[in-house]
């Protein structure tokens, strides 16, 4: 069993930062790809930022520049640096890995969300 825990969300001023974690833990051999999404109310669940195990990455348009995906593979964990933070990146972010799990088998794992509000 694999389980992502995200923590680190809260409530920022327009133009604040914050930074969010997300822990994998269980049986795990290597994870292929682990990503941030958001969804807002009303609307559609979308990708934030994405990182492979060499550490190529790929952004949203809306947060490009703005916001910085890392990950530490001996510790199965990613972060998201986000800066000049906005109303409209109020949502709840959820983490996810595309992962090989110890038994062998590739899978996709989400986790329970973490809620960011942006308002002053």
């Known amino acids: 069993q694999v389980q992502l825990v995200e923590s680190g969300g809260g409530l920022v001023q327009p133009g604040g930062s914050l930074r969010l974690s997300c822990a994998a833990s269980?049986?795990?051999?290597?994870?292929?790809?682990m990503s941030w999404y958001r969804q807002a109310p009303g609307k559609e669940r979308e990708l934030v930022a994405a990182?492979?195990?060499?550490?190529?990455?790929n952004y949203g348009d809306s947060v490009k520049g703005r916001f910085t995906i890392s990950r530490d593979n001996a510790k199965n964990t990613m972060y998201l640096q986000m800066i000049s933070l906005k109303p409209e990146d109020t949502a709840v972010y959820y983490c996810h890995a595309d992962l090989r799990t110890g038994g062998g088998r590739r899978d996709d794992y989400w986790g329970q969300g973490t809620q960011v509000t942006v308002s002053s």
């Open positions: 990182i492979t195990s060499g550490g190529s990455t």
């Open positions: 269980g049986s795990i051999f290597s994870i292929i790809v």
